[in-house]
């Protein structure tokens, strides 16, 4: 006990300043985080940030604890901060914070290399993997997915059994996945689209779940697990995102969703329907005490970094049009206060 | 009356044997299936054991060579030391990349256009140029002239070169195109491509470059996290053993801390990492990902363990030795720690070490208080970001590029050897220092 106050006696004067960043969040902005981190620590002479992959919603949790050295500087997102999380920053005194967005990434559905192509529409990825779908062809009202197959929720695709391996809810891949393939796949119906008129609550209730009997695989934020899984089962589709694709094309191969691949060119063009952008936040207060941040934010948003011609560009990264790109660079030199009145306009 | 008992007898005794050994087959027959599960029991076992082994091993072997390329260097003293100082200082602010594409250049003369450059300049990884500047810095008379050199290649090389199979793969199955395929194997022809030492898996920290990435930081790290958990788990845990095995007197207090200790034995060690989350984060504001949290929280998570072989091990010393230590007039503390302790000690060292290994293969309570992070710098004190060896294989088997699937597998092997050589030990001290009574 001896040693473990002299311990605690003898870091609390180091606990008061840290000369380290320390950055939390989304495990799809990790890859690219790291990269960033590693080349700052090399050139810079400020130290190699720490980060650790939590999740978005996990980043944004403890981003929002506070202000102080304990909590994190920077936290990654897959996805834009919600208003609930900037009202819980507010709250804990992180008033002040700078969105920087990175670029775009595709969400890939892909199954194993053995396994013939598919073709999905956004309606098939609907109804094959919603928990409740249309029990009349308008859509106005609902049935607990009866579909098992393939071929049951469009007779183009094969006679094979539904299995989708995906991301678990906390991941910032599948409330991208749950908002722009499902959501959007349940809109194609005319009475769910009025149904977002008239409840909202239960249209976002009823169009954004997945279905909890089987054929939706929760495989954890493990990536790499997902591509091991199609390669051992051919009738498993798998969701994650593009960077992993690039990297496993050995032995996975895309599906056309909406006639489209995801490939570079249509991810970055918006034709490829499943892309989102990717995000980090900044801890304003802290850019002043923690020596580097500004300097980390200067390198994440460079041309060199995340331009077309960017160093994140092979490793999967989709890059931003120049001028919006020009713009968060702006936005990070200046460390522009990030305005919460964007969110509810949407 | 006599004879027709003892016929009877006789008929009863023939009629037992001959049900005697009818049951004796019958006996013999289960001892043997008995044996026969227990055979299979093992067999299963160890067949399991060695294909995980195996496995690991072949996986992991590849991890420990790297692929060098040769290049013709030429150390231009324009790239180098532009001004003409000829102070090694100086030369740190050189782009030695420049130097790796002229290289480069030289050697395929035909490559012309950017975007082909660009397919040709990824060969070299880039720990390549802080190796040059290394050479220059230290060798001055260099500058100016021109020499072969291996240079480290990058991941993706070093995947084709171990690979051979992949060059038979279609061009979109393959990590490089055809045309660096076709530059791969003219480097080959040239005999300028080679295996050598991978060193920096044993003398770096993460990366995000597989080539560069290596184990000696989460092994620093796990190295602080145990000498925190040890310097904090043993004296306390010795001390309470020994005080609840026999000083403290029994009655229901005792009881239910002894019942309280034995089921936080049994508490899952994620438990833990949330309690050191609460306390030594929240309330005492201790760093994030720093080894003397991590320490801290496995401590709390081996304690239990220790003291219970504390305990064990102090039951085990016969009393007839605390009574002899008493009745020449020692006091109890007096036959505790000049008699009982020592004789003890082997079952207590050994209990320790398990308890060691177990904190050494842990990894889920560290990811509460952040020891799950990507760590590039080395840790050299308990208060710098660190992370330990399981974490770092969890950390590496989650990363998308092809060439952390060995790093993972050798990684393994590195924590496998630690574990081993851990419980050697504490066979080694058992087997050495056991009393029998």
Request: hydrophobic share 45%; glycine share 8%.
């Amino acid at each position: 006990m001896l040693v473990a106050a002299a311990l605690t006696i003898g870091l609390s004067s180091q606990v008061s300043s840290r000369d380290q960043i320390k950055i939390v969040g989304s495990s799809t902005v990790y890859p690219f985080a790291t990269v960033v981190a590693e080349r700052f620590g090399k050139t810079s002479g400020f130290k190699t940030p720490v980060i650790e992959s939590t999740g978005s919603g996990g980043g944004l949790k403890l981003f929002c604890a506070g202000l102080g050295t304990e909590h994190p500087d920077i936290t990654n997102a897959s996805r834009r901060i919600k208003m609930k999380e900037v009202k819980k920053c507010t709250k804990n005194g992180v008033t002040d914070i700078t969105e920087i967005k990175v670029g775009f990434d595709g969400i890939a559905m892909a199954n194993a290399k053995s396994a013939p192509m598919l073709e999905l529409t956004l309606k098939d990825v609907y109804l094959a993997l919603a928990k409740d779908v249309p029990a009349d062809p308008e859509g106005n009202t609902v049935k607990p997915n009866p579909y098992k197959m393939w071929n049951e929720v469009n007779p183009a695709l094969p006679a094979k059994p539904i299995v989708v391996i995906g991301p678990p809810p906390t991941s910032g891949t599948r409330d991208a996945f749950n908002e722009l393939a499902i959501e959007r796949g349940c809109k194609k119906f005319p009475g769910r689209k009025a149904l977002k008129k008239s409840n909202k609550k239960l249209y976002k209730k009823q169009c954004r779940s997945v279905r909890e009997d089987g054929p939706f695989v929760e495989a954890g934020e493990n990536d790499n697990l997902i591509i091991e899984k199609l390669v051992a089962d051919p009738n498993a589709l798998g969701v994650f995102g593009y960077s992993f694709l690039d990297q496993n094309r050995d032995k996975v191969k895309a599906a056309k969703v909406d006639g489209v691949f995801p490939e570079f060119e249509a991810i970055s063009s918006g034709k490829y329907p499943v892309s989102r952008s990717l995000f980090f936040y900044v801890k304003n207060a802290h850019a002043s005490v923690i020596p580097g941040v500004k300097e980390y934010v200067r390198e994440f948003t460079a041309s060199k970094a995340i331009g077309n011609d960017g160093y994140l560009v092979p490793k999967g990264l989709i890059p931003l049009p120049e001028g919006e790109r020009a713009k968060f660079e702006k936005d990070g030199k200046s460390l522009a206060k990030f305005d919460a009145k964007v969110l509810q306009k949407k | 009356m006599h004879l027709k008992l003892s016929k009877n007898t006789e008929k009863d005794m023939s009629k037992n044997t001959e049900l005697i050994s009818k049951s004796l087959e019958k006996r013999h027959r289960s001892e043997k299936r008995f044996r026969f599960f227990g055979i299979l029991g093992i067999g299963t076992a160890v067949i399991f054991l060695i294909t995980i082994l195996s496995s690991i091993f072949v996986e992991g072997k590849g991890a420990f060579k790297s692929t060098f390329i040769q290049l013709e260097i030429n150390f231009d003293q324009e790239i180098i030391d532009p001004n003409k100082t000829n102070n090694p200082e100086e030369f740190k602010f050189a782009n030695y990349k420049l130097l790796i594409n002229d290289a480069l250049k030289n050697y395929f003369p035909e490559v012309k256009d950017r975007k082909t450059f660009r397919d040709l300049s990824v060969f070299i990884s880039s720990a390549a140029e802080q190796n040059l500047m290394k050479l220059a810095m230290e060798n001055i008379e260099i500058i100016g002239e021109s020499k072969k050199i291996w240079l480290l290649a990058s991941s993706t090389i070093d995947v084709i070169h171990k690979n051979p199979q992949m060059e038979n793969f279609l061009e979109e199955d393959r990590l490089i195109n055809n045309i660096q395929m076709s530059w791969f194997n003219a480097l080959k022809k040239n005999g300028d491509i080679k295996f050598g030492l991978n060193t920096n898996f044993l003398s770096n920290a993460d990366s995000t470059e597989p080539e560069q990435a290596g184990i000696l930081g989460s092994m620093l790290g796990s190295f602080f996290t145990l000498l925190v958990t040890l310097l904090l788990c043993f004296p306390v845990a010795v001390a309470s053993g020994v005080f609840l095995e026999e000083l403290a007197p029994k009655n229901k207090f005792t009881d239910f801390i002894e019942i309280n200790i034995n089921n936080l034995a049994a508490v899952p060690s994620i438990i833990f990492g949330l309690l050191g989350l609460a306390i030594f984060l929240n309330v005492m504001h201790l760093p994030r990902s720093a080894p003397i949290v991590g320490g801290m929280v496995l401590a709390l998570m081996t304690l239990p363990t220790i003291i219970i072989s504390t305990r064990a091990s102090l039951k085990a010393v016969p009393p007839s030795i605390r009574e002899a230590a008493i009745g020449l007039g020692a006091t109890k503390f007096q036959a505790v720690t000049h008699h009982v302790i020592p004789q003890s000690m082997p079952g207590i060292l050994t209990g320790t070490i398990i308890g060691m290994s177990q904190a050494l293969g842990e990894s889920a309570p560290l990811l509460m208080i952040g020891m799950v992070a990507f760590i590039v710098d080395i840790p050299g004190s308990l208060t710098d970001s660190a992370t330990v060896l399981p974490v770092q294989i969890y950390l590496w088997k989650s990363t998308a590029a092809r060439g952390f699937v060995e790093l993972t597998a050798a990684g393994i092997m590195v924590l496998l050897t630690f574990l081993v050589i851990m419980n050697s030990v504490a066979v080694f001290v058992r087997q050495k220092f056991e009393k029998k009574w």
